[in-house]
């Protein structure tokens, strides 16, 4: 059974940081992209940032500079770095695996084949 499981989420005040990281089970994730979403309440889930295998990564325009996914094949986990976080970071964090890395940044909604539960993550002002 695949399981991504993320963790790291909570409750900071703007400026501050924080950590998630998604521990992933189940099966070999070797030709997977590994990446980040988020979808704050009424609003559509968004890309934030992916890394594929080796060292490639991908970060939307609006974390770049401020956020930075790092992955850990070895451990099978995926990191995701937020620094100087906003109130506009708010959102429901979800890790995900998917093999199509043009089904995450195009315009439509997105799709993975996997999706962890996600982690709330609450920056106040």
């Known amino acids: 059974q695949v399981q991504l499981v993320e963790s790291g989420g909570g409750l900071v005040q703007a400026g501050g940081s924080l950590r998630l990281s998604c521990a992933a089970s189940?099966?070999?994730?070797?030709?997977?992209?590994m990446g980040w979403f988020r979808q704050a309440p009424g609003k559509e889930r968004e890309f934030v940032a992916a890394a594929n295998n080796g060292d490639l990564t991908w970060h939307a325009t609006a974390v770049k500079g401020r956020f930075t996914i790092s992955r850990d094949s070895a451990k099978n986990t995926v990191y995701l770095q937020m620094n100087s976080l906003k109130p506009e970071d708010t959102a429901n964090y979800y890790c995900?695996?998917?093999?199509?890395?043009?089904?995450?940044?195009?315009?439509?909604?997105?799709?993975?084949?996997?999706w962890g539960q996600g982690t709330q993550v609450t920056v106040s002002s």
């Open positions: 995900a695996a998917n093999t199509i890395l043009s089904q995450w940044l195009g315009r439509d909604q997105p799709r993975s084949e996997y």
């Open positions: 189940g099966r070999t994730f070797s030709g997977y992209f």
